[in-house]
């Protein structure tokens, strides 16, 4: 209950842009910021991608013309739109007003929307070069930025990275599991033809968020392993969990790792 | 003689200089404060009532595509929480391109998007490409690129209907696109 109430509150953050505290600006000495962040509550009941909304935003940089928060905020309807253009030209200037505020943003936005590997793995480690806390979490809230630095590697086809920086993040003192790092480790496991490791992950992974992909991933590396038996029966766990919508779940792109219908189909081919 | 004859006469000689500079001061200034105002407002009033939103073009548009709805009640693919709607799943939009589009002999890199309504019958339209290199600057592929892939991005007929659970399952319109990650002629991922 604990990690569904955690996905909604960060999905809810990444819907809406929490609006800042504007007496932050005043307390620093910034009344124009102040201004500019006075503007912007305006926009308060106002869908992101409307007229309305983005004319609050332009008002605000007519105030402002560095307030990075409001660059963000209008990049968000052209992020959405898939409109790569418009939104990396906002998000560049937010970036720019703010670099330690919105590079982590902007890198996982690349790697969620456009699988920019590589733009995201430079905004990653530029921002851990400019940070001494912790780096924080994909604009979703789903992963770690090390995490996205991972499947980053991943996407360039350099899976011995991906798990070296994932076995690291996992290994860190209080970090909080993500909801779908075991499985993504097992699959890099799977991938690299480490079985073994690739079967302890989906059983953490079942321990920690039990979705059909952990037993379906489960059922290939047991296939492998010639253990047809066991393969079948967590084929049926697979098919059950995913009747039942416990599924990996983005409501914006197709998650990394995600199984769908034709996918156990032909898996239970090779099996029956 | 009376003064202002005498004006009129004295300055007549000086009209062709005076109108000249006169004519290219003013619309100098004209311009400068037309186009400063269109700059100002066009930032305003150059939004439509969502950003991406696409009206209808005679000249581009099939005139048999219709909308369930007014444009105005046109939705996003991810408003309903359901994720991407096509029959089969990624793995069958996948398998479509990989079956269907040639790849192309070509230098260009980078992304191509195709932005388009699917209507409550699961029926495209209003189909419009925009397409950027690795730098995130505007850039043309191919016709051979863009055009194979907005003709078969238009016969694509998997889209589903998106019915909205609050609204007694009643489908309606929306908006979706496609992201075509292209190297050197050759598709490497599709999005979203």
Same mark, same amino acid.
């Given at each position: ?20 505290? #504007? ?27 409307? /007229? ?24 968000? =309807? ?6 790569? $253009? ?8 937010? !970036? ?12 996982? #936005? ?29 604009? @979703?809230? !789903?992963?770690?930025?090390?995490? !996205? ?8 086809? @350099?899976? *011995? ?7 690291? +993040? ?27 490791? =690739?079967?302890?992950?989906?059983? /953490? ?6 979705? =059909? ?43 990394? *790792? ?15 | ?22 004519? $290219? ?10 186009? #400063? ?29 219709? $909308?369930?709805?007014?444009? /105005? ?11 991407? +709607? ?20 070509? /230098? ?10 699917? @209507? ?27 055009? +194979? ?33 292209? +190297? ?9």
């Amino acid at each position: 209950m604990k990690l569904y109430l955690t996905i909604i509150l960060f999905s809810i953050s990444f819907l809406t842009l929490a609006q800042p505290n #504007c007496n932050y600006f005043l307390h620093v000495g910034d009344s124009l910021k102040y201004e500019a962040c006075k503007e912007t509550e305006n926009a308060t009941g106002h869908y992101q991608f409307s /007229k309305e909304f983005q004319i609050v935003m332009d008002n605000a940089l007519a105030i402002d013309s560095t307030y990075s928060y409001a660059y963000r905020s209008k990049s968000v =309807a052209y992020l959405k739109s898939g409109d790569f $253009l418009e939104w990396k030209r906002l998000i560049d200037l937010a !970036v720019k007003y703010d670099p330690i505020g919105n590079l982590g943003y902007r890198a996982s #936005c690349r790697h969620q929307f456009f699988k920019d590997y590589g733009g995201a793995i430079v905004d990653i480690e530029e921002l851990s070069r400019m940070t001494h806390e912790d780096i924080g979490h994909s604009a @979703n809230g !789903v992963y770690h930025l090390e995490v !996205v630095r991972a499947l980053c590697y991943r996407g360039l086809g @350099n899976n *011995d990275k991906a798990i070296e920086i994932i076995e690291n +993040q996992l290994a860190t003192d209080d970090y909080l599991v993500g909801i779908y790092d075991y499985i993504h480790l097992g699959v890099l496991y799977l991938e690299a033809g480490d079985l073994e490791k =690739a079967k302890s992950n989906f059983e /953490k992974q079942l321990e920690y968020n039990d979705l =059909a992909e952990n037993h379906f991933y489960l059922a290939k590396a047991l296939k492998a392993q010639g253990k047809m038996n066991e393969a079948s029966i967590e084929l049926e766990n697979t098919i059950a969990l995913y009747k039942k919508g416990y599924v990996m779940h983005d409501g914006y792109v197709y998650a990394e *790792d995600k199984i769908y219908w034709s996918m156990i189909e032909q898996e239970k081919e090779t099996l029956d | 003689m009376s003064f202002s004859s005498l004006k009129f006469n004295k300055t007549i000689n000086l009209i062709p200089f005076q109108l000249k500079n006169l004519f $290219l001061i003013v619309t100098s200034i004209s311009i400068c404060i037309f186009s #400063c105002n269109s700059n100002t407002t066009k930032e305003k009033e150059s939004y439509l009532r969502w950003v991406g939103d696409i009206e209808y073009d005679e000249e581009t548009d099939n005139s048999d595509f219709k $909308l369930c709805y007014a444009d /105005k009640d046109i939705r996003q693919y991810f408003n309903f929480s359901k994720g991407v +709607q096509y029959k089969g799943e990624k793995p069958a939009i996948v398998q479509y391109f990989n079956k269907n589009y040639k790849p192309v002999s070509s /230098k260009k890199s980078g992304l191509l998007r195709i932005r388009f309504v699917v @209507n409550c019958k699961g029926e495209t339209g209003r189909f419009r490409i925009m397409s950027m290199n690795a730098e995130y600057q505007p850039m043309e592929f191919e016709p051979q690129i863009s055009n +194979q892939l907005l003709d078969l991005t238009k016969k694509m007929d998997g889209w589903l209907p998106i019915e909205m659970d609050q609204m007694d399952n009643m489908s309606l319109d929306y908006y979706q696109y496609l992201i075509f990650k292209i +190297q050197n002629g050759k598709i490497i991922e599709i999005m979203p």
